[in-house]
């Protein structure tokens, strides 16, 4: 069989989700049942791979699955913990006091807030963390999920301490040897000059790009979100998105220049926030007083806006015997230890200790070693994810912000309600993403799915290949789930086909790390995710179906950019 109808026979999966999930608009309940037969079809019929791999990839699948809704829980039980205590009465008043301006808000809080999450955790956790926040605030659940979404782009290369460079980049090229060898090899004094100058060409191009993503973000908001559906009223305050945008993205090349792959997202999400919500304070670039813009009052909003009601969505319960307003310490204190731990828990070291935090989480490990006597293992962390730190945060939150026991039973309920109306998408969608990917060393002999795609992909397009690895890299992450994964699948085979073009093979693989950045915003499992975090299930095609607009200008620039890189 040619490597052309190869190829497409890989893309049926992605055209499942596409018709059933974007199209159609049926939920991922629905649509997601039909990609995993499809994949498993394509496994087990062309591929002819063996029955007992495809059962191992689809019980990873599971295990993965139960990681996200662990997640999941967490964010939640947090946000519904805070709402019960009246802390967040006390975050929306903050919020607004900074300006009450939506706009403004969703700025602050998904790209800068969220940028800072991303490069501490990533994982999809500044969905986790933004998009319960902007819904306790008062957002539409919808535009708190297409906000949380879109901004997962630029930091996601360097999100978790900058894993999907350092893992994901490393682990592709190294192949079954090292990322020293492989860079000695190839002309480089070793691999950890390789892997910085690919993140600083990176985060140079993310910063490009990243410049007009917090006006994607308000241009989105207000065109689908506000009573007068008008991108113009988001641009209107372009001045000031940019300024976040350049507050976040300036730092953040800085760092990738002079400090290395692990924290320009971190530092620049910081570093950001440091700059803007003062300047925010002091009336710099703000809307007018009569320019404010918000959402129409919430019994105009249609129904497909909200999700299902939160204990946190309810009016902030005033505790027993306590009538004291919380202060903004107290209240943002749960938030601010999640940050520290997922800081902390990310760090290989400490300063003047022999201490590895981040080897001591890990260390707690449910090994699934070779499932059902095939190559497919999984690792479970339990006290490593950051479901763990969410829950701990909730308890922390329960004990000073002396949140009654009637009420934290009445947010762990609800909490596992939203999450099992996840589960049902989640136990298809993960299982598909691993059967798609553990597609090798079937008895036909063919490359996995993924590899077989690009392939066919590199042989139509030719040498104007530059353009097409920005997509090759977002849609292994949409269907991998994850940026770090799709650099491990297609970084070799990235490098190769510069080196076969005669270009410059390093910024090949820049355009496949920077791709993979942006397929987050079209990932169907994190939107999944995020939707459900906030009660909004079975509307993820018509979510997909905005955030594609932004995967779409992302790819495209870059590739284009990248095209006139390497050829001129």
């Known amino acids: ?14 055209i499942a989700v596409a018709v059933f999930l974007v199209m159609l608009r049926w939920p991922a309940s629905r649509a997601m049942p039909l990609a995993y037969a499809v994949a498993c079809g394509l496994a087990l019929l062309v591929w002819r791979v063996d029955g007992w791999q495809v059962a191992a990839a689809s019980v990873k699948g599971l295990v993965v699955a139960a990681e996200l809704l662990y997640i999941i ?32 808000q969703v700025i602050i809080i998904a790209w800068l807030f969220g940028s800072f999450i991303e490069g501490a955790a990533g994982f999809g956790t500044p969905a986790a963390v933004a998009v319960p926040l902007l819904v306790g605030l008062g957002f539409p659940a919808m535009a708190a999920v297409v906000s949380g979404v879109v901004i997962q782009s630029t930091p996601v290369s360097f999100g978790a301490v900058g894993t999907p460079i350092l893992i994901g980049v490393s682990s592709g090229l190294a192949g079954e040897g090292t990322i020293d060898g492989f860079a000695q090899s190839h002309g480089f004094a ?15 191009l993310h910063a490009i790009a990243g410049a007009l993503i917090p006006m994607w973000l308000v241009g989105l908001m207000t065109r689908f979100y506000g009573e007068n559906r008008s991108f113009k009223e988001g641009l209107a305050i372009w001045p000031f998105a940019l300024f976040a945008a350049f507050a976040m993205t300036i730092p953040y090349v800085l760092v990738a220049w002079l400090l290395g792959p692990e924290f320009p997202s971190l530092v620049g999400g910081l570093c950001g926030l440091a700059i803007v919500v003062p300047a925010a304070k002091a009336g710099f670039l703000m809307p007018k007083a009569d320019a404010i813009w918000d959402f129409p009052d919430a019994e105009k909003w249609p129904d497909e806006w909200s999700g299902q009601p939160l204990a946190c969505s309810q009016e902030d319960t005033k505790l027993e ?62 006290v490593y994810l950051p479901g763990t730190v969410f829950v701990i945060a909730s308890l922390i939150a329960v004990l000073f912000q002396r949140v009654p026991t009637r009420l934290c039973a009445e947010a762990c309920n609800a909490s596992f309600r939203t999450v099992l109306k996840a589960s049902v998408a989640l136990v298809f969608t993960v299982p598909m993403v691993q059967v798609f990917i553990n597609s090798t060393n079937g008895a036909a002999g063919y490359e996995s799915m993924p590899i077989a795609l690009a392939e066919g992909v590199k042989n139509t397009v030719g040498d104007a290949w530059p353009v097409f690895a920005t997509f090759i890299g977002g849609f292994g992450a949409s269907i991998a789930g994850s940026n770090t994964v799709s650099n491990m699948m297609f970084s070799s085979f990235q490098y190769n086909v510069g080196e076969k073009l005669g270009v410059d093979p390093v910024w090949i693989v820049v355009l496949q790390a920077v791709g993979g950045a942006a397929g987050n915003t079209i990932c169907v499992h994190n939107i999944v995710a995020a939707s459900a975090v906030v009660g909004l299930i079975g509307k993820e095609g018509v979510i997909i179906r905005k955030t594609l607009l932004v995967f779409t200008y992302y790819a495209l620039l870059l590739g284009l950019i990248g095209y006139a890189i390497v050829w001129w």
Request: hydrophobic share 50%; charged share 20%.
């Open 190 to 204: 070793d691999g950890g000059s390789l892997l910085s100058l690919i993140g600083l060409r990176v985060a140079m």
């Open 321 to 382: 015997g306590d009538t004291r307003p919380m202060g903004l310490i107290a209240a943002w204190s749960p938030y601010v230890i999640v940050a520290v731990l997922l800081v902390i828990t990310r760090l290989e070291s400490l300063p003047g200790m022999e201490v590895s935090p981040v080897e001591w989480v890990k260390s707690f490990t449910v090994p699934l070693q070779d499932i059902f006597g095939t190559s497919i293992s999984e690792i479970i962390r339990p």
């Open 73 to 104: 829980f967490g964010a939640i039980l947090l946000l519904n913990v805070l709402g019960k205590s009246g802390a967040l009465r006390t975050i929306r008043k903050s919020f607004q006091d900074i300006s009450p301006d939506r706009r403004v």
């Open 1 to 14: 069989m040619n490597d052309e109808v190869l190829a497409f026979l890989s893309l049926l999966p992605i």
